[in-house]
């Protein structure tokens, strides 16, 4: 599955590289990172570590294969 996954803020390089698995743009005033997730427990693996490094999540989705 593939997912987008909308951060308040623009995330430092530092931060980003936290996530290598996904890649990022900065759009708006937020980040929006994005890519495939394998199952659930990489899901919410993304979102524990998003809320240990103190970053708020504004809209997560999932997107269509291609």
Do not use: K, N
Not at 6 to 31: D, I, K, Q
Not at 42 to 51: F, K, M, N, P
């Amino acid at each position: 599955m593939r997912y987008e996954i909308r951060v308040e803020g623009h995330m430092s390089e530092a931060l980003t590289e936290a996530f290598p698995e996904l890649s990022h743009v900065v759009m708006a005033g937020h980040t929006v990172l994005y890519g495939q997730v394998v199952d659930d427990a990489q899901l919410w693996g993304l979102l524990a570590r998003l809320q240990s490094l103190g970053l708020r999540v504004v809209e997560m989705r999932q997107l269509p294969e291609p």
